[in-house]
């Protein structure tokens, strides 16, 4: 368990905290020559269960509340020290404000110097605190009064501490590895060392880990977790990790970078968030206000953007767009703090919403409910209400990495929501089953309008239709849900186009005649060279014009593609030769190919081979690269047969 203390200057907090473990958390010269806190300052309290308390020392001083939210964030419990002979001061109230707007719910009240203050001051005093504490997670935290010079009341703290430490041992490990980085230094004959609180998850030696937002990979070397050596690391634990890596110097890494798992590493500047602006701040803020964003043990500039009304007063809470001028590691529903850009008070703060908010139509109804599915705790009831609003298909491999949820808890969530999910290129795309079959439904509707206003064409595109109806899915996931039996007893995809199933193009009979001359003569050894148009003009001896226009018929019939001007390939063909191109590809090193290669083994000319090569390019199959082109292996099934 993890203690952070809180309080204002000179109220004793680092005397308390050498009182109950015997160690100074002071560990600058400056804070020793001055007696003041100025860093965090760490001490261990070993109890006989085997059980260790971790303390965080934090300044107390008005200039340093900037690392006193570094410290707070992440403990698991608050130990506000009040002096009493003093009473509640200024810090104390913004340490207390801050501790509320983090969500921190458990936590003691000392009241230090019990023993210069009579039981009339004490009384007074405990009258104060509690209605300081009135209304903060903190409302029914217990007093006890205490002193470092008498010892009065310190067994009593450690015995509530332990009992408080034992109720709170069991983690929540099911999520995955982050660590806020507090301090970042080098040992000799170790190397990089970082220490913080292990906000989630589990690390252990060996890990593979990423320093976020850097993107700098590292290798865990070792691990000292709660003052000893440990073969692991857990979710509330202090820990010190000692990392290696290429480019993993004391100097590439600071204090607010994230140590986390690799899979988490998605650096953020545009947060939808719910913000609480607090009832003493003396104005209502508007758009575009600035402020400094205090996060886990990262400090950056802010701006925020009002996304209910026009201004938000002092008490209110409201959804806001936080605009970061750096990018940063994050999960939804991560607390923050906000402060004045001057750093003299604590403005408001809150929680983190949609850390891929968008920049425009931030306002519209559909982002409200999004928002609202993204403030929920549950992930089964956030996943299922991002699944209940537009495009109505999300990505469960993002929902999961920002959540930083592990894949025990993304089984749980799917396997409570029984949605339909499709592997689409290193994501998975879900979607409800009730939507799905709405889906469905739509897209039969728009297809039998297009049959009925274009009886003649093989049927729509794929790419129109997969942007004309709702759930929207990627395009890859799209493909793979049109051959899912459900969808594929109504409608067929036939190469780039899909139809119903009992459509057929209806083709004049004059058409459907000159095809059948026409045919012959662009398949067979030549078919990757056949004739043009003035060429199958002269041998049917019959008017270009004609022979164009039939063959244009067959293009929307799906029988036919116009490779160049005038140049048609029959669709087999042109499947045939893309398939060719894929099998160069495939057996290139970096799966790459020239437009040689192609020629060579289609045998044919190079005029030719670049002219279907800018075919495939023009059709998004291909992607070219100079004298360099590659395959999109999503779009090999373009001019594929009609799926049975």
Same mark, same amino acid.
């Given at each position: 368990m993890i203690v952070g203390t809180a309080g204002h200057i000179d109220h004793g907090k680092t005397s308390l905290v050498r009182a109950l473990t015997g160690i100074a958390g002071d560990r600058l010269k400056e804070e020793k020559a001055r007696g003041i806190t100025i860093d965090l300052g760490f001490a261990y309290l070993p109890l006989t269960d085997g059980l260790t308390i971790g303390f965080i020392d934090v300044p107390g001083h008005e200039k340093f509340v900037r690392t006193m939210v570094a410290g707070a964030s992440g403990i698991d419990m608050a130990l506000l020290v009040v002096a009493a002979d003093d009473g509640v001061?200024?810090?104390?109230?913004?340490?207390?404000?801050?501790?509320?707007?983090?969500?921190?719910?458990?936590?003691?009240?000392?009241?230090?110097?019990?023993?210069?203050?009579?039981?009339?001051?004490?009384?007074?005093?405990?009258?104060?605190?509690?209605?300081?504490?009135?209304?903060?997670? #903190?409302?029914?935290?217990?007093? #006890?009064?205490?002193?470092?010079?008498?010892?009065?009341?310190l067994d009593a703290l450690r015995a509530r501490l332990a009992a408080e430490a034992w109720s709170r041992q069991a983690h929540s490990d099911d999520?995955?590895?982050? !660590?806020? $980085?507090?301090?970042?230094f080098t040992l000799p004959g170790i190397g990089v060392v970082v220490t913080g609180t292990v906000l989630s998850g589990t690390v252990q030696m060996k890990?593979?880990?990423?320093?976020?937002?850097?993107?700098?990979?590292?290798?865990?070397?070792?691990?000292?977790?709660?003052?000893?050596?440990?073969?692991?690391?857990?979710?509330?634990?202090?820990?010190?990790?000692? !990392?290696?890596?290429?480019?993993?110097?004391k100097d590439a890494i600071r204090r607010g970078d994230m140590v #986390?798992?690799?899979?988490?590493?998605?650096?953020?500047?545009? $947060?939808?968030?719910?913000?609480? #602006?607090?009832?003493?701040?003396?104005r209502a803020i508007a758009s575009w206000f600035p402020a400094r964003l205090h996060h886990a043990s990262v400090e950056t500039g802010v701006r925020v953007v009002l996304l209910e009304g026009e201004q938000l007063r002092p008490g209110e809470t409201a959804d806001v767009q936080l605009v970061l001028d750096r990018p940063i590691a994050a999960s939804s529903l991560d607390r923050f703090v906000l402060r004045d850009t001057t750093a003299q008070r604590t403005v408001g703060g809150g929680f983190f919403m949609d850390l891929r908010a968008p920049a425009r139509q931030r306002r519209t109804p559909a982002r409200a409910t999004e928002r609202a599915a993204w403030s929920e705790a549950d992930p089964r009831v956030s996943f299922a209400g991002l699944l209940d609003t537009p495009p109505y298909a999300r990505d469960v491999v993002a929902f999961a990495r920002d959540r930083a949820l592990s894949p025990a808890a993304v089984a749980r969530v799917i396997d409570g929501l029984s949605p339909l999910v499709f592997d689409a290129g290193g994501t998975q795309v879900a979607l409800s089953p009730t939507h799905w079959r709405r889906g469905i439904d739509a897209m039969a509707k728009h297809l039998a309008v297009f049959h009925a206003e274009h009886p003649d064409l093989q049927g729509m595109p794929r790419e129109t239709l997969r942007r004309a109806v709702q759930p929207r899915l990627p395009a890859t996931a799209f493909a793979q849900a049109l051959l899912h039996p459900e969808l594929a007893a109504r409608m067929v995809r036939d190469g780039a186009f899909v139809r119903l199933i009992d459509h057929v193009p209806q083709a004049s009979p004059e058409d459907a005649a000159a095809w059948?001359?026409?045919?012959?003569?662009?398949?067979?050894?030549?078919?990757?060279?056949?004739?043009?148009?003035?060429?199958?003009?002269?041998?049917?001896?019959?008017?270009?014009?004609?022979?164009?226009?039939?063959?244009?018929?067959?293009?929307?019939?799906?029988?036919?593609?116009?490779?160049?001007h005038d140049h048609f390939f029959l669709r087999e063909v042109v499947d045939e030769m893309l398939r060719i191109a894929a099998d160069i590809a495939a057996h290139a090193p970096d799966g790459r190919f020239?437009?040689?290669?192609?020629?060579?083994? !289609?045998?044919?000319?190079?005029?030719?081979?670049?002219? $279907?090569?800018?075919?495939?390019?023009?059709?998004?199959?291909?992607?070219?690269?100079?004298?360099?082109?590659? $395959?999109?292996?999503?779009?090999?099934?373009?001019?594929?047969?009609?799926?049975?």
């Open positions: 001061m200024p810090q104390t109230r913004e340490h207390l404000a801050i501790l509320d707007l983090l969500g921190i719910r458990h936590g003691i009240i000392a009241l230090t110097k019990a023993d210069v203050a009579s039981p009339e001051r004490l009384f007074a005093v405990e009258a104060e605190v509690r209605e300081a504490l009135a209304g903060t997670t #903190l409302a029914t935290a217990e007093v #006890l009064p205490v002193s470092v010079l008498t010892g009065e009341g999520a995955r590895f982050r !660590l806020a $980085i507090d301090r970042v890990d593979p880990v990423m320093i976020s937002p850097l993107g700098l990979a590292a290798r865990v070397r070792s691990i000292h977790a709660q003052n000893q050596e440990a073969e692991k690391g857990h979710a509330g634990d202090r820990v010190a990790l000692n !990392l290696a890596g290429t480019g993993v110097t #986390l798992d690799p899979l988490l590493h998605a650096p953020t500047d545009r $947060i939808d968030a719910r913000l609480h #602006l607090l009832a003493g701040e003396p059948m001359t026409i045919a012959p003569l662009l398949g067979g050894t030549e078919r990757f060279r056949p004739p043009r148009v003035r060429d199958i003009a002269s041998s049917l001896r019959r008017p270009e014009g004609d022979i164009r226009q039939r063959l244009k018929s067959a293009a929307r019939r799906g029988l036919v593609d116009e490779v160049a020239t437009a040689a290669q192609f020629r060579d083994r !289609l045998d044919n000319g190079r005029k030719v081979a670049i002219q $279907i090569l800018e075919f495939f390019d023009r059709q998004g199959v291909m992607l070219n690269r100079g004298t360099l082109r590659s $395959i999109r292996a999503d779009y090999l099934d373009l001019f594929a047969a009609p799926s049975p």
